[in-house]
């Protein structure tokens, strides 16, 4: 005969036990509960296998059992009572009239205390307690002003297998507006008083709208665009916020505004931790770095403050190891000032944004302010790193998603950012990405809304289209260029790379349900052939074309970098495929003129210099910075960059025609593709012929009897006219391609 035992055990509220047993619990009584801690029954409802029992509120600091007689003992899961807690008091440090009122919500801690500090490396400061308050927020009220300039906290709590509480470690605000860290692994925090953050003059700037089939962006990271010696910045403005938008010199903005794009993606701004552990030493419980010898995460994918802007890009900023980086408040304007400067170049600004995961190693205030609530765990309470980078934030916990949330408002209203590129979306839960744009929306309603949409092993660019956000098109990507330079080449290396003749549709319609893609419409596709991760396509195409092998070592860097005519050819005809594809377009930069990734010699042990680097995010070097003697090595694609981007600037019908006003064009040539839009009786408006046949010419017979201006061919691109035909029949030379406007089409 069975034993009833318990199923589980799980708080519902802070009072309320729901128990299940794998029997009918007949005949329970309060008397045949017992809690441990010791805590008062009130009363016990049977309902089926399920019994309720109301008690006294529990202490979530502590770890709780139950036993019932004749069905045994089990642990209380808390989460459901956690899922349940949810505040809208405001929270970090709020200055209201002469009161400064400090919040956080820690739900599961048993002690919080504010430290007040003169200087940033105070050791201990001036210390208050604060006040458990309902719904799992600690308060404290103190008069202003401070004489102190900088805070932080401490959160005590469970000690069990599994937690991170300690007490004796000092951890930002989450919410905090700027903040000082010391330059080491730990990160270390002081939070300045809001009264120390000076307020900010945004002029006569407002938001630059521009809708998302019309996007042409640019994904840069802030210091890699001037801190070379060839942008032309003096050192003190080398590689920060304002050397971005500051100088005359051919770099950074100037560089951007000759390109002609009209947004600027910015690889990861928010205060993040740049620093990893020492190379090939322990750092403190099972963490060892073998992993990386530059001991940096340059590109910024490891967040620490989710309100503030990253320091290191502020002029003047402390960047020595191990001394503390005081750029706070200065660094605050500086971003405000470089996105007034994009503003009134005609740029939106949207910001590459990590909500998904943070650090392993430094002091991310969330990991101890409540690990198991903020973050994904497992059944033991490890960290769980579906992203392959960190550890998982848990979007799902309500006031994770109201952090979350609250972070993308401040920086649509308080820096007048214009949208926000979402990194390894999938691991963010679908309601979060709601709230997100519904309440961004309220805000800024043309909000510029991108998901990355893969990430923890999901790939949904369906998903994402249907809450209306945009996402990176790897199918166009893939198509176009291949997965691999060595094994697998995609459209422009004259191969289908796998696929058919069909695909091409599908790669430049913007990879509609029509046209067997996954996207609602066209204006939800990203359509890029180079980002940050992997090879930039100017070493994907070196690679390919077999003048370059992976692990080969860089002799002469300029004969390396200048394209041979026929990576220059390829380069091209990636180049009109991409910005004659309808969806937005994305260029990471350098792409423009085929940028080269080649591994700097900095004296560091274990590192492989004059190598093509293919993940180079560790790199604060001449790897990464942008080399504008590139740029003029490869002048000709630059300019061809620059005439693609005029032309679809030009021809909206580019970028927003219907499907219907599609007419494609086939060839007696394998690997000839093209198409005509905007076909009606009165004529054609433009044709865009791709051969990327590199041993036969094309011939293609045009729909209809026309005059074509002749504005893209295989040396030129742009809006003047190269040639004239009058009639039907082009010949398109073997890899190359051909852009037509018949402008009597009206």
Known sequence: MSRMRIEYARLETLNRIHILFTEVPQGLLRTDIVLAPAAEIHSVEVEGYEAVVTTDD????????????????????????????????????????????????????????????????????????????????????????????????????????????????????????????????????????????????????????????????????????????????????????????????????DHIRQLGVNAVELMPSQHFAFIEPPFHQHAGSNLYNDWNPYEANHWGYMTSFFFAPEPRYATGA????????????????????MVKALHRAGLAVIMDVVYNHTSEYDYQPLKYIDKQYYFRTSPQGEFLQSSGCGNDLDSRMPMTRRLIVESVLHWLEEYHVDGFRFDLAPIIDRETFEEIRDRAREVYPDVILIAEPWGGGAYDLTGFSELGYTSWNDIFRDGVKGSDPKHHHGYIFGSWGGKSPENFGTWMLGSVREKHGPFLTHAHAVNYLESHDGYTLGDTIRIATGTVRPGQPIGDFERHVRLTPEQLRISKLAAVMLLTARGA????????????????????????????????????????????????????????????????????VLRNAPLSAYHFLSSGTELASGFVIGMDGDGCRIAVLINANRATAAEYILPKQCSWRILVDAQRAGTATLGLLEGKRITVPAGTCMVMVNDRAD
């Open 318 to 337: 402390e960047t020595r190891p191990e001394h503390w980086n005081t750029a706070a408040p200065s660094h605050v304007t500086e971003f405000k000032d």
């Open 58 to 253: 529990l202490d979530l600091s502590i770890a709780h059992t139950v036993l019932v007689r004749r069905a045994g003992i089990a642990t209380i899961d808390v989460t459901p009572c956690l899922q349940a807690l949810r505040s809208d008091l405001p929270l970090g440090c709020i200055a209201e009239n002469e009161y400064y009122i400090f919040r956080l919500f820690a739900p599961r801690a048993s002690r919080v205390r504010l430290h007040l500090f003169d200087a940033h490396d105070d050791a201990i400061g001036t210390q208050y307690y604060l006040t458990r308050e309902a719904d799992g927020i600690w308060q404290l009220t103190l008069a202003r002003p401070l004489p102190e300039r900088y805070y932080a906290f401490s959160i005590d709590g469970p000690h069990y297998s599994g937690e991170m509480f300690n007490s004796r470690i000092r951890v930002g605000d989450p919410y905090a507006r700027a903040v000082v860290t010391r330059n080491d692994y730990r990160n270390e925090a002081r939070c300045l008083l809001p009264d120390y953050i000076p307020a900010y003059d945004w002029e006569d700037d407002r938001h630059v709208a521009v809708s998302a089939e019309d996007l042409v962006i640019y994904e840069m990271h802030v210091k890699d665009m001037t801190a070379h010696s060839s942008s032309g910045r003096d050192t003190r403005l080398a590689g920060t916020y304002r050397g971005l938008w500051d100088g005359n010199t051919g770099g950074g903005l």
């Open 585 to 652: 377009v994305m260029l990471h930069a350098g792409q423009e003129f085929a940028r080269s990734k080649v591994i700097a010699d900095t004296g560091r042990e274990s590192t492989t210099p004059g190598l093509i680097d293919r993940n180079s995010y560790e790199k604060d070097d001449e790897t990464n910075w942008i080399d504008y003697r590139q740029r003029e090595w490869n002048r000709p694609l630059f300019e061809y960059y620059r005439g693609l981007i005029a032309l679809r600037s030009a021809y909206p």
